[in-house]
């Protein structure tokens, strides 16, 4: 059974960093690529980045382009967001997800395991 566990969520200024981390077992993580996804109150789950299983192709939200950074260690079964120059519209649940296929997605329908997510807030 694959278990995603995010860490890091926090309350923040505007303009302070945070990196969200996301411990995954069960899984062969050289064959699932990953991704982070988040929601705010009253709106679908957003995606906001995804990696593929080699670490080499990535997808950013257009709006965290230049802000935020995923990256994963497979030795460590770890991905990371590496979220810089955070502001309030940043506020969210933020989850991590895998997929069984080593190529990245940006669908919230193309994974088929969730963490419980973390929560970033980001004060003005």
């Known amino acids: 059974q694959v278990q995603l566990v995010e860490s890091g969520g926090g309350l923040v200024q505007a303009g302070d960093s945070l990196r969200l981390s996301c411990a995954a077992s069960g899984l062969t993580a050289s064959r699932s690529a990953m991704a982070w996804f988040r929601r705010t109150p009253g709106k679908e789950r957003e995606f906001v980045a995804s990696?593929?299983?080699?670490?080499?192709?990535?997808y950013y939200l257009e709006s965290v382009k230049g802000r935020f950074t995923i990256s994963r260690d497979n030795a460590k079964s770890t991905v990371n967001l590496q979220m810089n120059s955070l502001t309030p519209e940043d506020t969210a649940v933020y989850y991590c997800?895998?997929?069984?296929?080593?190529?990245?997605?940006?669908?919230?329908?193309?994974?088929?395991?969730w963490g419980q997510g973390t929560q970033v807030t980001v004060s003005s």
């Open positions: 990696v593929s299983s080699s670490g080499t192709i990535t």
């Open positions: 997800a895998a997929r069984s296929s080593s190529e990245p997605s940006k669908s919230r329908y193309g994974y088929n395991s």
